[in-house]
């Protein structure tokens, strides 16, 4: 069977709910390989209401520093705001600025319905874990990260999104030299 099809042949059978899981021993695009505790399955629109509310009340003078004036710091909040915004209005993935439309397609299920919190990359036919929220971390091996020599803007951006739960939104790919093994409902992966 191939690694896909046990995948979702697995994924398949749990519950479509949120669900605590952990990744053992998962290796990044960096090098690092690090333990994770996740909630998997977390509505991406609860995530964005909760980090709407609290971007909007961020006082932005606390948060200003000689890199970053409060100028920019305001204008990287206001469009923080007009953005998550306009992703609950038009729902995930329509937004104006999205860049990865058409990059991912829903896996079905052997009765043709879609997995939640799965997806597969177009492109490359590796299969995704999505809709997962960061719990816990615990690097084992330090990766290697390039400088990245961002503009203001985007380091205020960065900053803000620290400060809400959508900081803690992602996805892991899911082939078989990325991870030790999953653990979710009592299941291994």
């Keep these: 069977m191939k690694f896909n ?23 990044n695009r960096y090098g690092e390989v690090s333990n994770h505790s996740i909630l998997w399955r977390v509505s ?22 000689d890199a970053l004036p409060v100028s920019v710091i305001k204008q990287a909040q206001e ?6 915004k306009e992703t609950l209005e038009k729902g995930t993935g329509n937004n104006s600025n999205y860049t990865n439309a058409d990059t991912y397609e829903r896996v079905l299920d052997i009765e043709g319905k879609p997995i939640k919190g799965l ?9 995704h874990i999505t809709g997962v929220f960061r719990q816990a971390k615990v690097v084992l091996v ?40 999953i653990s979710i409902d009592n299941i291994e992966v």
């Design 5 to 27: 099809d046990y995948i979702k042949e697995t994924f398949a059978t749990l519950r479509p709910s949120a669900q605590f899981a952990v990744i053992k021993g998962y290796t």
């Design 44 to 65: 991406y629109e609860n995530v964005l209401k909760r980090s709407l509310e609290i971007l909007k009340n961020i006082n932005v003078n606390e948060l200003t520093s």
């Design 79 to 84: 469009e923080l705001v007009d953005s998550f």
């Design 119 to 127: 997806k597969l990359h177009k492109a490359d036919q590796i299969l």
């Design 142 to 181: 330090e990766g290697n990260y390039p400088v990245v020599n961002s503009r203001p803007k985007t380091i205020a951006k960065k900053k803000l999104r620290k400060l809400t739960p959508i900081n803690k939104w992602g996805q892991y790919k899911l082939t078989i030299d990325r991870f030790d093994s």
